[in-house]
């Protein structure tokens, strides 16, 4: 079974940057797509930025032309580099491939 491991979260003031990973631990066959969400408090968990199966890459509105997301595929680890950072951004992260479980996330906060 796939095991999903973020980091790299933690606090930066406005404006900064951090850059988060994900490793897979397992055996992913095929590629369809990875994925970083992010989810605040009380609400729904929303896409920030996907590869496709293709290797294109797509980001919400929220993010473009700030966050770049990136796969090694020797190391099986995905990268959110996440530049300008607003406090609107603050949220636990989240990696996916389709069809795995959730991992346990890293916290963002970015103050202002």
């Known amino acids: 079974q796939v095991r999903l491991v973020e980091s790299g979260g933690g606090l930066v003031q406005a404006g900064g940057s951090l850059k988060l990973s994900c490793l897979a631990s397992?055996?992913?066959?095929?590629?369809?797509?990875v994925a970083w969400y992010r989810q605040t408090p009380g609400k729904k968990r929303d896409l920030v930025a996907l590869?496709?199966?293709?290797?294109?890459?797509n980001y919400s509105d929220s993010v473009k032309g700030r966050f770049t997301i990136s796969r090694n595929v020797a190391t099986n680890t995905v990268y959110l580099q996440m530049d300008n950072l607003k406090p609107e951004d603050t949220a636990v992260y989240y990696c996916?491939?389709?069809?795995?479980?959730w991992g346990q996330g890293t916290q963002v906060t970015v103050s202002s």
């Open positions: 590869i496709d199966g293709d290797g294109a890459a």
């Open positions: 397992g055996s992913i066959f095929g590629f369809n797509g």
């Open positions: 996916r491939y389709p069809n795995t479980p």
